[in-house]
């Protein structure tokens, strides 16, 4: 473990971002008021680049000001947690506020009362289980020091509104999704776990041998708990720190257990390299599961040569994710089942064909599932989920493989309810194909040169291409209805001698900017930081023109501030682009976080509507005026607003305009509807007439 937490500095501090986050300001306001109040708390820390400062100063300035921020109890806990430096203490902050959670949750009859000294707390977890407690003794300091027991007051306040558990969940919710999680810890959506353990099913013995903090694992024991039984867990992690909270986080689900009239013994957590050093050697457990790393090409080849987990072949030195394999199976029960992620390239490279026949000849694998991309990092590729069981010679299985493209699935069905229908169906005698989705494939089929495992691959492409005439003529039919959809979507023009914005008055959005009726905005820079994590959403450009919801995402350090909040009303324009496309942001993307490429105009509602502004600066010539050239081969223009002018008109005759603007915009976007349906149409027609399901009308 790392330096005992809280040993300095002796009181909490702030940096300017915490400051921001306090106030519910920018990070540019808190500099504004160092500059401009000569009350506003001296730097007591840190660097002139990036000062810290005494947080209970800071809060008592901010409230004397009035610009104190009304925090929820659970918003301060993280943010107390997170003024702890270094950075590297957090982990270990987070386990000391797991475990007071936990020794609280324990006796839950007993008023909490006083915080607990050190020793006490150490005392309370030796109840539960020793091993526990001695982690935490080792972790914890001799006494508290102020900024800790500052921290786990407010910890214990959460816990008691919120309870024991549900406080200490959340925390490692906002611990796994900052910064501040140590490089390496790559969770697992809730919505991946469900999918792996539908897969692997209940058992005695559940076993993670790359835990993380714990996430598969406390689904899995939770799963069990609610099925009206218990799993002891299993679990080896390299990072001790992760270790920690992955046992606090079991022992929460083993409490519950315990007040269900379940006798169950305690989780049992390793520290070490799962390959090479396996603590767990004769562990045969029911289930395995894990979300191991992917493309560690150091894992010990030279060191692990003539290891007796390698039943199906040496991994080769490129392919460590066939070593993690293997190593699960070594650690099945005779009827156990293992499901692990995989990377789509583990299913066709040439250096693991050998063990990938040796797994499908001798019926290893049973199944390769392949997940949408964007399910988890690395957003853009969609993983494999294989599933594994150890080979019984006495009772051997179909010699089959399915395989699962959940891809391309149709809507109303729940990732878990495809897999686990087309799982159960294939373990049944009466399993039936769906064209498109999944497919027993005969191994024969398998062996090749190549053995790629990729569902794709297997699947029947001619039942995706042949669709239902019915519904083919159906789809022609709302063709129609949206082609006389289009005709009427254009507004009633006419024309005039003297058209109102063509006497119109010019204003300079430059002016109106200075005189405050306008505002543009843009997002912030970003630090460039080794410790900078993708994950905030952010509207981008592209959201902006489909009128979609926020689909990017951006790095953000502790430094950072957030970009602006989109609000009703804004004018969204992306700042790249061969034109102006101004578009008033929807419903879907108010709240959202403007992301890099993206501006947004905000405007006085009393004085301008929000889509006559965004019309009239749309207008084709504008972008000569406005842009300029940008640094891409494409020719594509950089977009400064301010360079532009807008009529002076009547708020009333504005809404009028802005209203067949607005018109427009959705005729623009049933246009292009009906141009991708139109295509895709053609595509399905040609397909059923090539293939016989249509025929040609008399």
């Given amino acids: ?35 401009r109040y000569v009350d506003f708390p001296a730097p007591v820390g ?40 270094p950075t590297s203490q957090i982990s270990d902050v987070l386990s000391i506020a797991g475990a007071l959670l936990l020794a609280r949750a324990a006796a839950p009859d007993t ?49 008691a509104e919120q309870g024991p558990e549900a406080a200490f969940e959340y925390l490692h919710s906002q611990y796994a999704t900052s910064a501040h999680s140590l490089s390496g810890l790559a969770g697992t959506p809730d919505t991946v776990a469900e999918v ?18 714990g996430s598969i694992l406390r689904m899995a024991a939770d799963r069990a ?109 005779p009827h156990g089942t293992a499901v692990v992620l995989m990377p ?139 082609l006389d959809q289009l005709r009427g979507g254009l507004p009633a023009v006419r024309q005039a001698a003297r058209p109102p914005l063509r006497e119109a008055p010019q204003a300079d959005i430059a002016d109106l900017i200075r005189s405050g009726s306008i505002s543009v905005r843009r997002a912030v820079s970003r630090t460039r930081s080794t410790r900078a994590t993708a994950g905030t959403a952010v509207l981008t450009a592209t959201d902006i023109l489909a009128g979609g919801p926020a689909t990017g995402s951006t790095t953000r350090t502790d430094d950072d501030e957030p970009g602006p909040t989109v609000r009703p009303g804004d004018i969204l324009v992306p700042v790249i682009g061969h034109r102006i496309s101004a578009r008033v942001a929807t419903p879907a993307q108010v709240g959202a976080e403007l992301g890099p490429g993206a501006q947004l105009i905000r405007v006085d509602p009393t004085r301008f509507d929000p889509w006559f502004v965004a019309g009239v600066i749309s207008r084709t010539d504008n972008a000569r005026i406005a842009g300029r050239p940008a640094s891409t081969a494409n020719g594509a223009l950089r977009i400064d607003i301010r360079r532009l002018t807008i009529p002076v008109l009547p708020l009333e005759q504005q809404q009028t305009y802005g209203r067949a603007f607005h018109q427009l915009v959705v005729f623009r976007a049933i246009l292009d509807g009906a141009a991708a349906t139109g295509a895709a149409l053609a595509r399905e027609l040609s397909d059923s007439l090539a293939t016989g399901a249509l025929g040609l009308a008399p």
């Avoid at 390299?238 to 909270?245: K, S």
């Avoid at 003539?306 to 699960?328: F, I, K, M, S």
């Avoid at 019984?392 to 179909?398: C, N, V």
Wanted: with cysteine; aromatic share 6%.
């Fill in 1 to 35: 473990m790392s330096r005992k937490p809280g040993t300095a500095p002796s009181k909490a501090t702030l940096t300017a971002s915490g400051i921001a986050r306090l106030a519910d300001v920018g990070r540019a306001a808190v500099s504004n008021w160092r500059r």
């Fill in 46 to 85: 840190g660097t002139p680049a990036s000062p810290s400062f005494d947080a209970g100063e800071v809060e008592q300035w901010l409230r004397r000001h009035g610009r104190l921020h009304r925090a929820t109890t659970e918003q301060w806990a993280w943010r107390q947690i997170e003024s702890f430096q």
């Fill in 111 to 159: 008023p909490g009362g006083d915080l607990p000294t050190a020793r006490q707390l150490v005392t309370r977890l030796h109840t539960l289980h020793p091993e526990l407690a001695q982690l935490v003794g080792d972790l914890v300091p001799k006494q508290w020091t102020a900024q800790l027991t500052t921290l786990l007051g407010t910890v214990d306040q959460l816990g």
């Fill in 196 to 213: 792996l353990l539908a897969l692997a099913g209940h058992g005695a013995h559940t076993f993670d041998f790359t835990s993380g903090t």
């Fill in 225 to 333: 708990l609610r099925a009206g039984t218990v799993t002891r867990c299993h679990a080896q992690e390299v990072n001790p720190q992760y270790a920690l909270i992955t046992l606090l986080r079991l022992w929460f689900v083993q409490l519950r257990a315990h007040r269900a009239g379940h006798d169950a013994p305690p989780p049992a957590i390793h520290v070490g390299d799962s390959l090479l050093a396996d603590a767990l050697p004769d562990l045969r457990a029911d289930v395995v599961v894990a979300n191991f790393p992917f493309g560690i090409h150091e894992w010990g080849h030279d060191r692990l040569a003539y290891d007796p987990r390698w039943a199906y072949g040496l991994p080769p030195r490129t392919e460590p994710e066939l070593a993690w394999v293997q190593h699960a199976l070594a650690h099945l029960a």
């Fill in 344 to 482: 789509p390239a583990a299913a066709s490279r040439p250096a693991g064909r050998r063990v990938r026949a040796e797994l499908i000849r001798r019926g290893a694998l049973r199944a390769v599932i392949a997940l949408p991309a964007g399910m988890m990092p690395p957003a853009g590729i969609g993983l494999h989920v294989w599933v594994l069981t150890p080979p019984d010679p006495q009772h051997p299985r179909s010699p089959d493989l399915l395989v699962v493209d959940t891809t391309a699935t149709s809507a109303g069905r729940s990732l878990t309810e495809i897999v686990g229908t087309a799982w159960a169906a294939y373990q049944s005698d009466d399993y039936t194909d769906e064209p498109g989705v999944h497919r027993s494939v005969p191994i024969i089929e398998m062996l090749d040169d190549q053995v790629d495992l990729t569902p794709q691959r297997h699947l029947p492409q001619a039942g995706k291409l042949t669709t239902d005439p019915t519904r083919t003529i159906a789809r022609l039919d709302d063709f129609d209805r949206l």
